[in-house]
């Protein structure tokens, strides 16, 4: 049953109209998760991404921090797991250091994806790292020429 709950929330949460129904997204997140039958691991660990997710988009952001905090633990090479774990941490704290760690991780995990490089860029612009923010959005356009943050940022310096 937990898989059913899983999929449907995550169909859910993917489409368009998603946004209006955090809560009963969540809802069958958390009914996964409490009936605990899981056809395979990946599905857990999925559930505990997506509620993590849900729970950011609703701005329950030390929820999120635990549910992203799992999900790295459980798998450390989770991509998105470390990115949004950084950023909430980052968001909820201002924990730069932390959030820092995480970015660096999935960086270091997929260093031809830019949204680490984006979000790590955003943090050091806010507090003043200017150099660093630099450096960072410099890379994020060498995957994507066309990144609109990253290109607005560099043109500001000038």
Sequence with gaps: MSSLYFHIGWLLQTSRAGSPFLD??????????????FVGHWERVGTHYSR?????????????????????KERPE????????????WQADGDVEEAEKYLRQAIALKPEVKWAYRWLGEIYQKTGRW?????VYRQVLEIDPQDQAALQFLAEQR
């Design 78 to 89: 989770h991509y998105w797991g470390n990115v949004w774990l950084g950023v909430v941490l």
């Design 52 to 72: 993590g997710d849900v729970l950011r988009r609703m701005g329950r952001l030390q929820e999120a921090i635990e549910e992203f905090r799992w999900v790295v």
């Design 131 to 135: 150099e660093e923010a630099e450096a």
């Design 24 to 37: 009963t997204i969540l809802g069958l997140y958390e009914a996964a998760l409490a009936a605990d039958r």
